[in-house]
């Protein structure tokens, strides 16, 4: 809990905690975990995209790697145990380890990925995609708020950007990925179970939405003549919802607008805002998303402004694996709480790391369900059962595991 706080200290911003890829305060962030990694007794390497590996050497003859571990790049005014809270987890478990001396039959790599949330290229998992193999190249070429190319971000923190794939994992030196996290959502809490076992996450769409209406003076144009990208906008917006609303399972939101000039008197002429786009059913995020598209046509066409509708970023549901969950199951039961699976409406790096191995979540206890915001919480007691049960599903491997 206290190098949760420490790393919560740790940001862009003096007031709040912001910590996006590949900027001073993540570097500081990985150098504060590789320390506690060395110190557990793990070699620790930092790859091209800048995710922290520690690595935990199996028993000799050991041949396989399961890898652990989260993401330490936060949200703007983040809590702070979205992602680090999953890599101290599995930290404390490989200390436990090296404290008693022990070597599995396996090595364990604790991954700190550079960079889930996506916050400065608006294109999340950047640092997993590395690691699965399927990171997509013609990122490189995209740029931040500053300007500055996602390819020299990656070389001003340390690595070079021709060399991303020589860091992707082969699927068969790796066991399965298994990823701690704090729930994000109510449903722990309700049940009052520290720890559940996640199904499925579900599936998302990033986009960018461009409103080209026409500026113009606010005194003098009048209210029939204008074509105000903000109120086209806007409009747009509340359909979204009401739609989301009317589709179960369905949840849409529009987290950020730029409105251009940005002056109180003239009326917008552009604006830019995001969508994001969830549901555990890929064909149905797909059908709102069509529904939402011909919306904002309508408005558009109504309004006599021009839209532009620009994916950003796509991933589809992900199913965690069966024999993962059980391997969950048991350790809970070992440990001695009830079993609860649900599913994860938010995303994770387990839905790239899905596509390199088995996946498997286990969520963490969240105080009324708050997350992205500084008063996300969780308790001492949920920690430790957590940590509690990551051992036991450690030592399940070991022992009876599947083939090892
Ligand atoms: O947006 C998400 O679902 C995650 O927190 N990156
Ligand atoms: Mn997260
Ligand atoms: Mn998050």
């Known amino acids: 809990m206290e190098r949760a706080d420490g790393l919560a200290a740790i940001s862009e911003e003096p007031a709040r905690l912001t910590r996006r890829f590949a900027t001073a305060a993540l570097k500081l962030a990985t150098n504060t975990v590789a320390g506690w990694m060395r110190a557990a007794g793990m070699q620790v390497r930092h790859d091209n995209v800048g995710n922290l590996v520690g690595r935990y050497e199996g028993a000799h003859g050991a041949t396989k790697t399961l890898l652990l571990g989260s993401h330490l790049d936060s949200v703007r005014d983040a809590g702070k145990y979205d992602g680090p809270l999953g890599v101290l987890v599995a930290l404390a478990c490989v200390e436990r380890l090296n404290a008693r001396e022990l070597r599995l039959p396996f090595a364990i790599e604790v991954f700190a990925f550079a960079?889930?949330?996506?916050?400065?290229?608006?294109?999340?998992?950047?640092?997993?995609?590395?690691?699965?193999?399927s990171f997509d190249p013609t990122y490189l070429s995209l740029v931040d708020?500053?300007?500055?190319?996602?390819?020299?971000?990656?070389?001003?923190?340390?690595?070079?950007?021709?060399?991303?794939?020589?860091?992707a994992r082969r699927p068969d030196d790796v066991l399965g990925y298994c990823e701690v996290h704090i729930e994000q959502g109510p449903v722990l809490e309700a049940l009052d179970l520290p720890v559940g076992i996640v199904t499925a996450i579900a599936g998302q769409s990033r986009?960018?939405?461009?409103?080209?209406?026409?500026?113009?003076?606010?005194?003098?144009?009048?209210?029939?003549?204008?074509?105000?990208?903000?109120?086209?906008?806007?409009?747009?917006?509340?359909?979204?919802?009401?739609?989301?609303?009317?589709?179960?399972?369905?949840?849409?939101?529009?987290?950020?607008?730029?409105?251009?000039?940005?002056?109180?008197?003239?009326?917008?002429g552009r604006v830019t805002l995001s969508l994001d786009v969830r549901h555990q059913d890929d064909a149905l995020r797909e059908q709102a998303l069509e529904a939402l598209h011909d919306q904002a046509f309508k408005i558009a066409t109504r309004r006599h402004v021009v839209v532009q509708w620009q994916t950003v970023q796509e991933s589809r549901s992900v199913l965690c694996s069966p024999w993962l969950i059980e391997q969950l199951e048991r350790a809970?039961?070992?440990?001695?709480?009830?079993?609860?699976?649900?599913?994860?409406?938010?995303?994770?790096?387990?839905?790239?790391?899905?596509?390199?191995?088995?996946?498997a979540m286990l969520f963490v206890r969240c105080k009324a369900g708050v997350s992205h915001h500084p008063a996300e919480s969780v308790m001492l007691e949920d920690v430790a059962a957590a940590i509690a049960v990551l051992e036991s599903?450690?030592?399940?491997?070991?022992?009876?595991?599947?083939?090892l």
Not at 145 to 167: E, M, N, S, V
């Open 145 to 167: 708020a500053d300007g500055i190319a996602l390819a020299d971000a990656i070389r001003a923190f340390g690595g070079d950007p021709a060399a991303l794939t020589q860091d």
């Open 332 to 359: 809970i039961e070992h440990v001695g709480y009830a079993v609860h699976h649900l599913p994860s409406g938010a995303g994770h790096d387990a839905v790239v790391m899905a596509g390199l191995t088995d996946v």
């Open 393 to 403: 599903f450690l030592a399940s491997f070991a022992s009876d595991g599947p083939t």
């Open 115 to 133: 960079d889930e949330e996506g916050l400065r290229y608006h294109t999340a998992y950047l640092g997993s995609n590395v690691v699965a193999g």
């Open 207 to 268: 986009l960018e939405v461009t409103w080209q209406g026409q500026a113009g003076h606010a005194g003098t144009v009048p209210m029939h003549l204008r074509r105000d990208a903000l109120c086209a906008a806007a409009e747009f917006m509340l359909s979204v919802e009401q739609l989301a609303e009317e589709r179960a399972g369905l949840v849409a939101t529009v987290g950020q607008i730029a409105a251009e000039p940005g002056a109180s008197n003239v009326i917008p």
